[in-house]
Each structure stands twice: as C-alpha cells, then as structure tokens.
C-alpha cells in the first residue's frame, strides 16, 4: 500500500506538472503575439508616412520646373541660344570655282569689279589662284548671310560662263536668279552645215534674234560655240529656251518673233 501511494503521488506530481508547463508555454505565447502586430502597425505607419512624402516630391519638383519653365523665355523649357551663336555663321565654307583658260585674260581685267562686291556685299574673303586658274571663296568674321558663300559662287560662275560683270551682279543682288545651260545636241543631234545654220538662226544678223529673245524674255543669254546659257528667273528662262529650242528645229525667226509677242502680252497683263 505504501508503494502504491508512493506511486499515486508521482503521478499526481506529473499532471500537476503538465498543466503548469503548458500555462508556462502559453503564457510564454501570449505575449509573443501581439508583438509582430504592433511592429506591422507601425511599418503601415511608416509606409504611409513615406508613400505621402513620394507623392508630395514630384509636385514640388513639377512646381519648381514650372517656375524654372516660366523664367525662361522658350515655352519648350530649353535656354534660348546666345545672340552670337544665332548671328554666327558656320566657320570654314571653302569654295573653289574652276575658270576656263580663255577666260582667264578677261577674269585678270575685271578683277577689282569681281572681288569689290563680293567683300563689300557678302563679306567674303577671295583670291585668284592662278596655278590652280581657279578663284577661291571663303567665309569671315564679317560673314552674316548664310547663303553668302553660294552667291559668291553663282556669281564667279556666270562670269566664268561668259556673262558680263554687270549681269552677273544681279545674282548677288536678287535671291530669284537661276543659271541654266544646255547644249545644241541635246535638243537634235546635227552636224556640219546644219549645225551651223541652227547656230546662225540662234544669234541671227549682228545677234538681232538674240537680242530680241533676250528683251521679250528678261533673260541674258551667252551662245558659246554650241552652248547656251540662260541667266533669270524660273519662268523667264523656259519662255527663252522655247524659243531657243524652236529656232534649232528649225522654225524661222519671224515665227518666233510672234510667238515672244503674244508671251510678252500676257507677261504684262499679269504684272
């Protein structure tokens, strides 16, 4: 009996033990819970804070860039360029322009007539390479127009084509002046004789028909051996070269004449 109670009490002792641990255990639980809550409540709190910190950055840089747009003068946000870059024209344009050797001698006589408007008008800077029998452009300080550099080509050009000074300075002068060339064979192939009579109907006596075309049309026109070229605007160096290319088909001179006429009439209708 004394071993059986012995027996009763250990395990009397176990189930006073069990309870006990698991009351321990959860209690030890227990306050272990609401912890991870209260740390995610202020992590939402914390991430609040932050989201509504972010979303007010853009509209204060928004308001600071819209400032920084109005203060600047360009609706597009970007700084206007400096005066001295908007004036400047690009450095270094070189030109070359090849001149024939016969008319070389007569490039030696005008010279001072060639080079004075284009340094006076365009700014450019010019020299007559006589190794090279060229005359070579180039851009300056003075420099404005930016289109200087081609005017002053056209110009050598025509003269080099054979136009005179003062015809060829109308090209620095007007921006609607054109250079056209073509040849005689490329409207009908001819040759010997028949060449020559086109030729002859082109320039007619003493360069009457010449002159004629040239006055109807507004135009100036070179005949050099069996190249033409026209010097004018658009419309006047077509009405030319019809009428050009009608006297090498072999339309007489007297046809043509009327023809200038009446395109003459209507020319002055519409001005």
């Known amino acids: ?5 012995h027996r009763q009490k250990a395990l009397q002792a176990q189930l006073e033990a069990q309870p006990a641990v698991s009351l321990v255990s959860q209690k030890s639980k227990k306050p272990s819970v609401p912890k991870p809550t209260e740390s995610m409540d202020v992590d939402d709190d914390d991430v609040l804070i932050q989201s509504s910190s972010a979303d007010a950055g853009p509209s ?18 970007f700084k206007p360029l400096p005066q001295s870059q908007t004036n400047g024209v690009l450095k270094g344009e070189f030109r070359r322009i090849p ?7 007569p490039l030696k006589k005008e010279w001072v007539n060639l080079y004075t408007p284009m340094v006076d008008m365009l700014g450019l800077q010019v020299r007559m390479n006589t190794m090279r029998r060229s005359v070579e452009l180039k ?18 050009k025509a003269f080099s084509l054979g136009f005179e000074v003062n015809d060829a300075l109308a090209l620095l002068r007007l921006d609607d002046l054109y250079l056209d060339s073509f040849e005689i064979k490329d409207v009908k192939t001819l040759h010997g004789d028949h060449l020559s009579r086109a030729i002859g109907r082109i320039a007619g006596e003493g360069g009457k028909v010449k002159f004629s075309i040239e006055n109807a049309s507004r135009t100036r026109i070179v005949l050099a051996d069996t190249h033409i070229h026209i ?3 658009v419309q006047n160096i077509k ?27 209507r020319m002055k209708q519409r001005f």
Do not use: C, W
């Not at 001149?99 to 001698?105: D, L």
């Not at 300080?141 to 005017?151: C, E, L, P, R, S």
């Open 239 to 265: 009405i030319a070269r019809d009428a050009i290319v009608s006297l090498i088909l072999g339309s007489p001179p007297g046809k043509v004449y009327a023809h200038l006429k009446m395109v003459g009439a």
């Open 231 to 233: 010097l004018g605007s």
């Open 99 to 105: 001149i024939p050797p016969h008319r070389m001698t």
């Open 139 to 156: 851009t300056s300080g003075h420099t404005v127009d930016t289109g200087a550099i081609q005017k002053g080509a056209d110009f050598v």
């Open 1 to 5: 009996m004394a071993h059986k109670s």
């Open 60 to 77: 204060n840089a928004t308001v600071t860039g819209g400032a920084a747009a109005e203060g600047s003068s360009s609706g597009s946000g």
